[in-house]
């Protein structure tokens, strides 16, 4: 429980992060800025748990945060590769 409190902000600011810029510079195949921070959102919170129960007991704010950053982005990339928006012609 005290995990989820202290560290639980670093993998939002961690996912927050990655959702934005993936909307700035990544365009073509997503679903908005709000699909990317939910999809890095959640990619973020996975990532934490993974790393708290297999890798990490106890790691820092920044470690946290680059977990977050990494889960993140693995999950949007995989969004867009996978299941990525159909593309329409302006």
């Given at each position: 429980m005290e995990y989820a409190v202290q560290m639980g902000?670093?993998?939002?600011?961690?996912?927050l992060?990655?959702?934005?810029?993936?909307?700035?510079?990544?365009?073509?195949?997503?679903y908005g800025l709000l699909a990317d921070l939910m999809i890095g959102l959640a990619g973020s919170l996975v990532a934490g748990g993974i790393a708290r129960l297999a890798v990490f007991p106890g790691p820092g704010m920044?470690?946290?945060?680059?977990?977050?950053?990494?889960?993140?982005?693995?999950a949007i990339s995989a969004q867009r590769a996978l299941w990525g928006a159909p593309l329409t012609s302006r």
């Open positions: 902000p670093m993998l939002l600011i961690g996912a992060m990655v959702g934005l810029l993936a909307e700035a510079t990544w365009r073509p195949g997503g920044l470690v946290t945060v680059v977990i977050g950053c990494v889960g993140g982005a693995l």
